[in-house]
């Protein structure tokens, strides 16, 4: 999967483990695992590194404590928390979620929205935005499929910020590959001027744990 990503440009990639009940994720040790592979692909000659992070269910964020939460934050900056929606469309209960998240100091990105299409779907999207969350989108979804049509309709509202390759494994599925989706982006008037923002300078801000203000706005 690091060599996908390498060939694809990518320098780091934050390995999001799901962050479940149903997932015997152990949160003490996430930081020796990277290091670990991390070692491994420089010993394999493998330039694209790895980073800390996880994918929390949005219904098991309630029963993590702030360390906890700061342990999976992406890039281990301490501030970003990759947010994966409840199963169904997207409602009011994320948007108290990324609400009581501010509170608590933290910031949140929303996990590939197109799997939560529902009746108000685009306001639930910019509520969560106004609330200051920043959505990610499926790169390969983005590129070509059935979703395309609507992430590059929400892309053109201002409701996409940052690209996941949501990959699982280098043998099937979703690649570590986000160009093809970043190329389509570039094809939307409303983020086409800033693709670096998209692939470089917002995910590095948030790997360093500071605010990423995107360059445009929903509407």
């Known amino acids: 999967m690091a060599r996908q990503a390498q060939d694809d440009g990518i320098e780091v990639v934050c390995a999001t483990p ?6 015997a994720v152990r949160l003490d040790e ?7 592979v ?12 790895v980073a800390t992070g996880g994918e929390i269910a949005e219904l098991h964020l309630p029963r993590l404590d702030d360390e906890q939460l700061a342990a999976v934050s992406l890039g281990g900056g ?25 509170r608590r100091g ?12 529902g009746a108000d ?30 992430l590059l309709d929400l892309a053109g509202h201002g409701l996409v ?11 099937r599925g979703r690649p570590v590959r986000l160009s093809p989706g970043l190329a389509r982006l570039g094809e939307v ?24 203000v995107p360059p445009f706005s929903p509407g």
């Open 18 to 23: 799901h962050i479940h009940p149903d997932h």
């Open 30 to 36: 996430l930081p020796k695992r990277v290091a670990a």
């Open 38 to 49: 991390n070692e491994e692909l420089g010993r394999r000659g493998v330039l694209t590194r």
């Open 78 to 102: 301490g501030l970003y928390l990759l947010v994966e929606p409840k199963p169904g469309p997207l409602s009011s209960s994320l948007v108290k979620v990324v609400e009581e998240l501010d």
């Open 106 to 117: 933290f910031r949140s990105i929303i996990a590939h929205p197109e799997r939560h299409p």
């Open 121 to 150: 779907f685009y306001d639930q999207l910019a509520t969560l935005v106004e609330s200051g969350a920043l959505v990610q989108a499926t790169a390969a979804l983005i590129a070509d499929g059935p979703a395309a049509p609507t």
């Open 161 to 171: 910020h940052l690209l996941g390759s949501d990959a699982h494994s280098s043998h």
């Open 189 to 212: 008037t409303r983020t086409a001027h800033h693709l670096g923002w998209i692939a470089v300078d917002g995910p590095t801000a948030i790997l360093e744990g500071e605010i990423a």
